[in-house]
């Protein structure tokens, strides 16, 4: 499996972003999608998951009631819809897959007045 992101870019506090992950390969042994995101001199740290039949969610506390990870029809692509973004928003997102994908290159997402 490999794993392309997309979407990130420039927004204001307050503002909205979706990201997009396109999985392709084997994406039948996919069992879960993730989102990721990095700052720098910070360990990786997993914001949100969803399982492949997309009945079990998980977000890490910062982004509750902010974000939304969904999935497709497919099951070959994951969004993470961020509202209201604050400052410490700003990263490097990456998604991967479980069993794990090789790391993509990451979309930025900088959050600034």
């Known amino acids: 499996v490999r794993v392309v992101e997309s979407g990130g870019g420039l927004v204001q506090p307050g503002g909205s972003l979706r990201l997009s992950c396109a999985a392709s390969g084997s994406i039948d042994m996919i069992k879960q999608m993730g989102w990721y995101r990095q700052t720098p001199g910070n360990q990786r740290e997993l914001v949100a998951s969803?399982?492949?039949?997309?009945?079990?969610?998980y977000y890490v506390d910062s982004v509750k009631g902010r974000y939304t990870i969904s999935m497709d029809n497919a099951k070959s692509t994951v969004f993470l819809q961020m509202n209201s973004l604050k400052d410490e928003d700003t990263a490097v997102y990456y998604c991967?897959?479980?069993?794990?994908?090789?790391w993509g290159q990451g979309t930025q997402v900088t959050v600034s007045s």
């Open positions: 991967n897959t479980a069993p794990p994908a090789p």
């Open positions: 969803i399982t492949s039949e997309g009945l079990t969610r």
